[in-house]
C-alpha cells in the first residue's frame, strides 16, 4: 500500500493535478477569506472553513478523476493487478495519497488561522473541531470520487460524475425536508455531509460525527473494491 | 509448472476461450500461437490472476492462481501487450517502484536492477522519462518490469508487435537469453518469431486448443508431401520436362527468376518417395546444371493455416 500510496503522491506532484488543485484551492479559499475574514474583521474560523465548504465539492473531482480511468485506459493497471499487492491495498493507497494532497492543502488554510491570530485571541478547541470535521469531509468527497474513477475509463467523465454527484449531496440538505415519503427523507439524510459537519463547526466534535465520515469512508472505499473485482471476476 | 484445466472464460453467451488444457513445463520456451482474437490474451490474463475464469483453473505447482493469488502472482512475470508503464516516472522511479510492489527486499532492489538493467539493455535511458522512449525501449523497460522479483515463470503476450526489424530481433534474442534461466511462455501471432524462440507450441483458434506439441513432430505429422526447392540453369521447358519425367513426381511448379540464365522449380513428391539422387542424375545427364537444392520442410505456417483454416487468413 505505502508504494501505491508514494507513486500516486509523486504523481500529483510530476503532473500538474496536483498544482492545479492546491493552487485554486488556495486562491478560491483566500479570496473567501479576504472577503469574509479580512474586510468584515471576522476572527471565526470555523465559519471561515465553512465559508470553503463549497470549494472542495468542485475541486476534489480534479484530485480523484484520473485515480483508476487513467490505470484502466494505459492499461498500467494490470501491473498493479498482477502483483501480489492485494486490491485493498491498492485502493487504499490511491485514497490516502489523495488524502494526503488534501491534508496538504488544508494545512496551508493555516496561514490564514494565523493571520487572523495575529490579531487576536484564538480558540483551539474550536479551530481543531472545525479542521477535522472539514478534513473528514474532504475524505468522504475523495471516496465518492475514487468510486466513480474505479468505474469509467475517462477521467474528464470521472470529474463530471463526480462534481454531479458531490452536487447532489449538497442540495441533499434542502431536499430532505420537502420529501414526502419518511423512508426516502431518512436514506437521503444518510448522504448528508454537510448536515454531520455543522456540529464540527459549532466545536461539537464528537465520536459519531467521525464515525460516521469514517464509515462514508469505508463503504465507499468498499464500493470501490467491489467495482473493480466486479469487473475482473465478472462474465463481462 | 503450469497446468491449464478446462479454462474457459465467457462474456455473455460468447466464449473468449472455451476449454483451454494444457501445461507448461519447467524451463521450457512455449510458444502460445493464434490469430488475433484468438484468445491468446485472455487466457494469459486468467494465468496472471489479471481476470477471472468462469470455468476451470490455471495451478502453478498445484496453487490455483484463483485461491492463493499472492502466492502464484510472486511467481509470475507478465508483460501485457500494451506494456504497462507510467509515462511521468523515469525508468529507474518505475522499476523501484516495480520492486516495491513486486516485495523485492529493500536491501535487494538496488543489486536487483543492477541485474535487470544489464540483462534488457536499458541501462542508458535509466534516468530518463519513460514517455520520451522510443517503442522499442518502452518494450524493454516492460519486459525489466516482468522480470523484476526474479519470477520463475515469465509471460510475454505478443512482446514485438510495433517494433521495427531490428528491435525485433534484440527481443528475440533476449527471449532467448530468459529461457536460460526461466520458464517463458511467448504468446504471438506471428509465426517465424515462434518458430524461431520456441521449443514447444500451444495452437489456439477461435478459443480452442486446436494442437500442442514440439515443433519437430508437428512439422513431420502435418502434409503427405515431400518438397523440394531448386535451381537449375537452362530453358524452362526443359528443365520442366526433365523433372516431370522422373517417377514419383506429383507436381512441379515454377518460381520467380532469381539468377540469370536459371530458373527456380518446387517439386513434390509422395513423402515416402526421396528423389534427390535420381533428380541429379537425370538433369545431369539432360545437360542441366543444378545451382541450388534444397528440401523446403512443412513450416509452422503451413500447420497453422491447415489447422486455424487457411481461407479465413492468419
Known sequence: MVAVWKRELASYFLTPIGYVFVGFFLLVSGILFTFNNLMSGSGDVAAMLSSFSMVPLFLVPILTMRLFSEERKNKSEQMLMTSPLSLTAIVAGKFFSALTVWLATLAGTMLYVLIIGSYGNLYWGEIISAYVGFFLMGGCFIAIGTLVSASTENQVSAAVISIGVNFFIWVVDSVIYVVPAQFISTALQWFSLYERYDPFARAQLGFSGILYFLSF????LFLTIRVIDKRRWGEG | MIEIQGLTKRYGSKYAIKDVTFSIRKGEILGFLGRNGAGKTTTMNIVTGYISASGGRALLDGHDVLEEPRLVKRRIGYLPEQPPLYMDMTVDEYLRFACAIKEVKPSAVKAHLDDVRELVKINDVRKRLIKNLSKGYKQRVGLAQALVGNPEMIILDEPTVGLDPRQI???????K??????????????????????????IINNGVIVAQDTLSRLTSGVGDAFRITLRVAGHEGEIKRALRSLEGVKFVDSLAVKEEGSYDFVVETDRSCDIRKQLFYALAKAGLPIMALRTADITLEDIFLKLTGDNEGA
Open chain 1, 217 to 220: 469512508i469505508v463503504v465507499f
Open chain 2, 169 to 175: 530481433l534484440e527481443i528475440r534474442s533476449l527471449i
Open chain 2, 177 to 202: 537469453r530468459l529461457g536460460q534461466d526461466h520458464t517463458v511462455v511467448l504468446s504471438s501471432h506471428i509465426l517465424t518469431e515462434v518458430a524461431d524462440v520456441c521449443e514447444r507450441v500451444v
